[in-house]
């Protein structure tokens, strides 16, 4: 039986003047389960919105009050960010990605959504012929949002059947045109969890370079391959990433996930040092600056936008890399509950007839983590979504993530041991209540 | 005598790349000013970046650390800022300056910056007919940069020649070809610190009303005419507000100087209660949203800017302006340094010679604050700035601002004590080395 009726759910709908519930985007999602967890006194599985649920790391939370009573507040931090973040920045890519890129290369940005609000507007102001970006989907929808707002085309594609070798011919399809400007992806991948393996991103870098697109490689969730044990500094094996395979990239890398320190808005945008040194003229004419890649960045666009990352969180963020390289921050166990979490929800789903959508990387299982992906026989996507909303469990629509899937993303972070029984005995219930019809 | 060499500075100028002095930017100037402190260590009178010279508010300090131990740094903060900021500054406008807007119009940003940069973009998409943005100049050329990020258009003109009554046709003139969505000036000015007085407003919000273009009103300065005391919560007087004479309009409020929290990178957005729920189709068609404007503004282009403000200054900022309301926080007492400051710069300035450029409002003169604007007989902005750099005072040019005036900016926010003997030394050698040609 259904723990809020068809009449309730229809009812909240209709006041939070949500047109298409089936396409609901995550503060739309949000809004109806707390109205209904308010109106009805009854929790809510909340598998929407991917807030950390875990404690802001404590070392950074130290630092950044160290820093607020060392008086920074009052002075505005350097455009390109406090030496402090960026020379830690460097030695934190050595030590867990073992990557070489230069101080002055990594710029602090309010969180990697300012990130990729700048390298949308960059890689679309270099050459008037590449006006469009290339989504590796599915991905997150706040990107093409920013698209939007800078008035950028994009084209897309979902990766789930182009996976390994298959992945070459579907990128030259949409690269041969000449008018990609970018390449973007997450990796770990929002909303799939899957993780591109080296092989892919050998691919997606050399036909970067090929092509003369950048690579926006969003890294968000860093380390949480929870297969591998990526959290020891400077020893292998190192997380996959296309830094290795072109000069074109931009690295993004946030401490939202990986100290869990959303609230606080900082990452950082790490440019190659060879791409930071090209020189365009179109930026120079634009700008009437030096037209170099990551001087124009830093100077006439990011610090244009905000004038700078709060002074007191970039301590913080300096201070959790410098403690992760001296091995005083394990970032990987220190978030690996997600792992445990998506284990035990993913097997209350898939008890209960549900499968997992994006189930495999090329070379074995996907993960577990922070995300994951999950189906029901005879639903689509939207389908899904709105029935689970009966059953007390809030999700985003796969179809909202550029995914040609039949599915939902459900997140592990706000799950609580009390909750598991009561998403099990609702799970139950669905299955009572959508008899899977087998197939002859 | 000079005290840095013509060659010296030369030398300078050419190893920091800088291809124009005359028209240097405020970065620019700081990197001459500091490399000739460094290596010759004689000190500069710093009088170009508008930093703040005084400590970060207390009160704001203790909140934030508070907030972090409560752990807001893990969650991501709400998309239209915590409702305590938002009370807070609808309470703040109400008690400081009179006017009635409520909590859901006020949006905290990273910084005002952040604000304008938002404020320009929704602007530029309102009306395909309203392709320009009209600046009030003198004023802050980061807005300029934000322009030619977006691809905006703009227009201006030195308001100097045109106070009072004046302003009227001059304004009409730009408004008639009905190609301008905003007017944008800030009030106490910057760079002038010349202040538009209720009448000058009135123009400027009936006809922003008249030719439906959007007031973006700069109050970066807020309450530092110290001319007369403003500081009192709820009683008057009030700054004059374009508020009160339109309903078009956007308030940016920062807590940079008034606060001296610019490290921290929080301002307030503050759309007035009629343009927030008015209605664009083509904010809907764009964004596929309501097109309401506030929303929009809040959920389909500043979310996808920054996904919000740190989540510790933004309560921070909510004490600051709850304790001033209180009557515990005099803003305007804590800074009346920079009168002080002002007073005493000025005087030497003008003892030797110079005299000061923007120097009257319409009915009395020119207020003493953080910034001043001085010239000298004979020179051009260019030629003056470029000038006082051998005698060891940075500033930047009154051409960069948009001013037709031949002078300069100084910023009082750096000078100390011990420095104010120097500076008069230094321009009586000024004065001795550049005789001025009394008129005949």
């Known amino acids: 039986m259904k723990v809020f009726s068809e009449n309730l759910v229809n009812d909240v709908v209709k006041r939070l003047k949500i047109a298409n519930v089936s396409e609901a985007t995550i503060g739309e999602v949000l809004l109806i389960a707390q109205t209904l967890e308010k109106e009805t006194g009854l929790p809510f599985i909340r598998m929407d919105q991917g807030s950390p649920g875990l404690e802001a790391n404590f070392i950074g939370r130290e630092a950044e009050k160290k820093a607020i009573d060392r008086g920074v507040g009052s002075q505005y931090p350097a455009a390109a960010g406090i030496p402090e973040l960026k020379n830690a920045t460097s030695n934190f890519i050595k030590a867990f990605l073992n990557i070489d890129i230069d101080a002055a290369c990594c710029l602090p940005t309010t969180g990697s959504v300012a990130a990729s609000f700048g390298a949308f507007t960059i890689c679309s102001q270099l050459d008037s012929q590449k006006d469009t970006v290339l989504f590796i989907d599915p991905g ?147 700008y009437q600056d030096s037209g170099v890649f990551g001087l124009t960045f830093i100077a006439s666009i990011m610090y244009m936008i905000t004038s700078g990352v709060t002074h007191s969180t970039q301590f913080a963020l300096a201070e959790m890399y410098n403690q992760s390289i001296d091995g005083k921050i394990n970032f990987v166990e220190d978030t690996r509950e997600y792992q445990i979490r998506a284990q035990k929800m993913k097997k209350i789903f898939t008890d209960n007839g549900f499968n997992v959508v994006y189930d495999r990387d090329v070379t074995q299982q996907v993960g577990d983590g922070f995300f994951f992906t999950i189906g029901y026989p005879g639903m689509n996507s939207g389908e899904l979504m709105k029935e689970l909303l009966h059953y007390g469990v809030s999700c985003i629509s796969l179809s909202t993530t550029g995914s040609e899937q039949d599915g939902i993303r459900g997140c592990t972070s706000r799950m609580r041991e009390e909750l598991y029984p009561i998403l099990a005995e609702r799970m139950i219930e669905f299955r009572k209540d959508h008899p899977i019809k087998t197939k002859i």
């Open 140 to 286: 997150f929808p706040i990107q093409k949002s920013q698209l939007r707002i800078i008035g950028t085309k994009w084209v897309q594609f979902d990766i789930h059947d182009y996976r390994g070798e298959a992945l070459k011919a579907k990128l030259e399809e949409f690269l041969k045109a000449g008018n990609i400007s970018a390449i973007v992806y997450s990796n770990p991948n929002n909303p799939a969890w899957i993780c591109l393996e080296e092989n892919e991103l050998k691919i997606i870098g050399e036909l970067a370079t090929k092509y003369d697109a950048i690579v926006i490689e969003d890294l968000a969730y860093f380390g949480m391959d929870y297969r591998k044990n990526l959290g020891i500094p400077f020893e292998p094996p190192y997380p996959p990433s296309v830094a290795r395979y072109t000069h074109n990239y931009i690295l993004m890398l946030s401490a939202s996930k990986i100290f869990s320190y959303a609230g606080q808005r900082v990452a950082v945008a790490c440019i190659s040092n060879k791409l930071f040194r090209r020189q365009y003229p179109t930026l120079a004419a634009r």
